[in-house]
């Protein structure tokens, strides 16, 4: 189970940002509904879910781009919508399909955003040159930003977030609409960021890649943090176990011995000699070891790791049963 | 709530990006060439003009600036028309081009205030307005001096000083309406039509709107229509409505102070007559008492559109 549930907000000692109750309201509609979460110094965080359940509302709301309706954020200890400056020198954010001006070149554009930040000279220009060989820019640093593809811009925004020499890296869609080996190049460069040391909240509903590079997640659903934790732990909670094994074997009685396996919460028979078994954990040892104790001769055994795909189709399939959940 | 911070930090930085922008835009220099020139066809005109009738005017420097001669009009006529194209076609995309630009929330993203955004730009085009309006003027002095061969005495400098200052004002009022608009509107293409709409409608539709409104207010007396004169309250009704466009109110201004014989710019009470030496000049001083409401309301006019943008740039949603 998550440790960090919607209804116990106490922060864990080395939580860098802490949302209490927080919500936003737009009239009567509330865009984010009495959120609470905890992230860790040091960790990828994921916000996942449909577009419109909040999760760029939550984000401005951390940096203090909008205002809060209620509820409290602390950043670093600091509140954005009081000390909204001191969050924004040491949180970088890449918005959603970041934008850059046309008419200067990639360093231009670094420079200009290094002077707001309020850099020397002499520091601006050291960080910029290293952060575009960072993300593998340099030879178009000169460039003017027109030119560059979806993917370049990325980069520069991420060059951006380097340059600032952000303890938080905020990262909101970062790869939608990037080609998959953009993506690759992305996710590599965000996972670069994590070794530093950075902290990295990113948002998106590109599921395989959030599982891919995130310790945790927190899904949305309509304003809501309907659960958190990691991939594991979300699996054991909506799917009832993380792991889904196929064994094929010929032989008698393996379905019953199977069942037998601690942890194994269901075997199905799928036809006469495969079985597919649902556990809490990688039970194909023991599985093999089953197979083999009742004499049957095992041909294949396979292992479907929990997909954050499955979970997030179970959670939002279920609500719709449930009633009856407003567009965004 | 109190903030953390200063307002204005990082108003230097775009200050100096967004007036370097302005400066080497194409769109600066297509404006700037068309006002250069039409006000050269304007001053070409009075200098000729002047030339033939080689005056004992004090004011020789000051007749460039509101001599006409047809079929064109005076420099500061020419001005009045086409600063206000000048200010909208600096201030119409201001801020929405950087909502579709997308860059808005990153730069927001650094440690400023939106107050040091657009405060930066709006002096910035200030600045870019100023400069530009400083070297006509500077243009018109030299070809003075070129053509004329008179040095301009030190009033006729203030004054023409003062004319400088006006007229920056005058673009600051088209500049922060231009600026509101491009808060207000998302596309930067109904921000310009709304703009230039409104810039057409208070330069020409509005001189002949105005006179027709006030009849409707204060229906003309018989009497003195019989006597062919026009009635004075429908008059007063005429002239409060017309003070209303900026345009206006800048015609009026430079009047008094580029032509030191205005006495007022109202109706002419007899106590004013008083001793008058009729076409005498007035000294400094009294012109700009004169001018001085007009030039108030220039500014008030700035300062108002100006917070107007502010304040609901301030409660903007900054996501696109």
Redesign the interface.
């Known amino acids: 189970m998550s440790d960090q549930h919607n209804d116990n907000p106490t922060p864990p000692p080395d939580a860098i940002i802490t949302a209490q109750g927080l919500t936003k309201r737009y009239g009567n509609a509330n865009a984010v509904d009495a959120i609470s979460f905890a992230i860790r110094k040091g960790e990828v965080f994921g916000l996942l879910g449909p577009n419109g359940a909040g999760k760029?509302?939550t984000i401005?709301m951390m940096?203090g781009?909008?205002e809060i309706s209620s509820g409290q954020v602390s950043v670093l200890g600091f509140n954005p919508?009081?000390?909204?400056?001191?969050v924004?020198?040491h949180?970088?954010?890449?918005?959603?399909?970041?934008?850059?001006?046309?008419?200067l070149s990639a360093v231009e554009n670094l420079a200009?955003?290094a002077?707001?930040?309020?850099l020397s000279l002499k520091e601006r220009t050291e960080r910029i040159a290293d952060a575009l060989t960072r993300v593998r820019l340099a030879d178009v640093a000169h460039k003017r930003v027109a030119t560059f593809s979806r993917g370049m811009r990325q980069r520069l925004?991420l060059a951006?977030i380097i340059v600032k020499r952000a303890e938080i890296a905020i990262l909101d869609e970062p790869t939608s609409g990037l080609d998959p080996q953009a993506t690759i190049e992305f996710l590599e460069l965000i996972a670069e960021l994590k070794r530093g040391g950075t902290t990295v909240l990113l948002s998106s509903h590109l599921l395989d890649q959030v599982q891919r590079i995130c310790d945790r997640v927190a899904l949305f659903k309509s304003g809501r943090i309907e659960m958190m934790g990691s991939v594991a732990e979300l699996a054991v909670q909506v799917l009832g176990a993380g792991f889904v094994v196929e064994v094929e074997a010929e032989g008698a009685g393996i379905a019953r011995k199977l069942s037998t396996i601690p942890g194994v919460t269901k075997v199905e028979t799928l036809s006469a000699d495969r079985y597919r078994m649902t556990a809490e954990r990688d039970v194909r040892p023991d599985a093999a070891n089953a197979v083999v104790s009742v004499n049957g001769s095992l041909k294949r055994l396979s292992v479907d790791e929990p997909s954050l795909e499955a979970i997030y189709a179970r959670t939002f399939q279920v609500k719709k049963e449930g009633g009856v959940r407003h567009a965004a | 709530?109190?903030?953390?911070?200063s307002a204005f930090?990082?108003l230097g930085?775009?200050f100096v990006?967004e007036l370097s922008?302005n400066i080497s835009s194409v769109r600066m220099l297509v404006l700037e060439l068309l006002v250069v020139l039409t006000a050269l066809a304007a001053l070409y005109g009075a200098i000729d003009s002047l030339r033939q009738n080689t005056a004992e005017d004090p004011f020789l420097l000051l007749r460039l600036f509101t001599l006409s001669r047809d079929p064109l009009p005076s420099f500061v006529a020419m001005l009045g028309f086409l600063v206000p194209l000048m200010a909208i076609g600096l201030g119409f995309d201001a801020v929405n081009s950087e909502h579709n630009?997308?860059?808005l929330?990153?730069?927001?993203?650094?440690?400023?205030?939106r107050d040091a955004l657009l405060m930066g730009k709006f002096l910035a085009g200030l600045a870019t307005l100023g400069v530009s309006l400083t070297a006509l003027w500077l243009m018109v002095i030299g070809l003075g001096l070129i053509f004329l061969g008179v040095p301009p005495g030190g009033e006729e400098i203030a004054r023409s000083l003062v004319f400088l200052v006006v007229a920056i004002f005058y673009a600051g009022v088209w500049l922060s309406l231009a600026m509101l608009l491009s808060i207000v509107f998302r596309s930067p293409a109904t921000a310009a039509l709304v703009a230039l709409g409104i810039w057409l409608f208070l330069t020409v539709l509005w001189p002949m709107l105005a006179p027709a409104i006030a009849q409707v207010i204060a229906p003309p007396d018989p009497r003195y229509a019989a006597l062919g004169l026009q009635t004075p309250d429908t008059g007063l009704w005429a002239q409060f409505l017309l003070r209303i466009s900026p345009n206006d109110l800048f015609a009026e201004a430079m009047q008094a102070i580029l032509s030191p014989q205005t006495r007022t710019l109202g109706a002419v009470f007899i106590e004013q007559l008083r001793g008058a030496i009729m076409g005498a000049p007035l000294p400094f001083g009294e012109s700009v008492m004169i001018a001085w409401p007009q030039m108030v309301s220039l500014i008030a006019g700035t300062i108002v559109l100006f917070v107007g943008g502010y304040v609901i740039f301030q409660r903007q949603?900054?996501?696109?």
């Open positions: 760029t509302t401005l940096l781009l909008t919508a009081r000390a909204p400056l001191q924004k020198r949180v970088g954010y890449l918005p959603d399909s970041v934008g850059f001006y046309d008419n200009y955003t002077k707001l930040m309020g925004g951006e | 709530m109190q903030r953390e911070g930090q990082g930085t775009v990006k922008d630009g997308r860059t929330s990153r730069i927001l993203a650094q440690p400023i205030y949603e900054v996501r696109a």
